[in-house]
């Protein structure tokens, strides 16, 4: 089974809990405005990895990131592009006692029996999901990110029902993604998840902006500058305000 990879970090720290092995998938479906990643867009290229080659790499990495309390995260683009590669991989983690992870957008969630089949039996593999929520209003989330978000706030739900614990993602961006109303309605359906153990607030960067203009593309967003710290703290207090978090078993 190939996976179609864009690149992989072998000790990265804020893709999840510890020191990560992280893949970075090739593409997706939504074009960010803040996007750093503009490079693992394209659906069809990067390059072919097995999950044999993935396997072997990672084990001389392993005492590193097992006694750290990490694992392995695939993040993107975005990863549910390719459930069966990951079944496949998180299978043989498994076998490893290694934990899993995937960081997603839930862009291309949908309710088609085989898509709902193979990511019920990917995620009896998944020890956690990143889920990154862009934006709680429906038209300047399409403005944000080209597509509506109607399937990833049915993709958060699905994850509550089935108790698949999430770290829920903001990224902040200063009069785009801050509004103080976004914020307390973004709060306020997070308070409806019953799966949510930590919420993380990602202040907006332009570490991406050079690949935006090596791949000819104007960059939405470069008047716009990184968030106060101040700000950063408000909008984590909204984000919380309802909050409930899940007694640890």
Not at 195 to 213: D, F, S
Not at 220 to 228: C, R, T
């Amino acid at each position: 089974m190939n996976g179609n990879i864009h690149s992989i970090e072998t000790l990265g720290t804020v893709d999840g809990p510890g020191i990560r092995y992280v893949i970075f998938t090739q593409g997706c479906l939504l074009r960010c405005q803040f996007c750093h990643n503009a490079d693992t867009w394209e659906i069809g290229t990067g390059k072919d990895i097995t999950v044999s080659e993935i396997m072997d790499d990672l084990e001389s990495y392993l005492p590193f990131i097992q006694a750290s309390g990490g694992g392995i995260t695939v993040s993107g683009g975005e990863p549910l592009l390719q459930v069966p590669f990951l079944i496949e991989l998180f299978k043989e983690c498994k076998k490893k006692g290694i934990h899993t992870t995937i960081d997603s957008s839930g862009g291309c969630f949908s309710h088609s029996k085989l898509f709902i089949e193979q990511l019920e039996e990917l995620l009896l593999y998944t020890d956690l999901i990143l889920l990154d929520l862009k934006h709680i209003n429906r038209k300047k989330h399409i403005q944000l990110t080209g597509m509506a978000n109607d399937h990833i706030l049915e993709f958060a739900k699905f994850l509550s029902d089935r108790n698949v614990p999430i770290w829920v993602r903001h990224v902040l961006v200063p009069s785009v993604t801050d509004a103080q109303e976004d914020l307390k309605n973004l709060g306020e359906f997070i308070g409806t998840l019953e799966n949510v153990r930590k919420i993380e607030i990602l202040p907006y960067h332009k570490l991406g902006v050079y690949k935006w203009e090596a791949l000819g593309h104007e960059y939405p967003l470069k008047d716009v500058e990184p968030p106060s710290e101040e700000k950063v703290n408000f909008a984590h207090s909204m984000l919380t305000a309802h909050w409930q978090k899940p007694k640890e078993h």
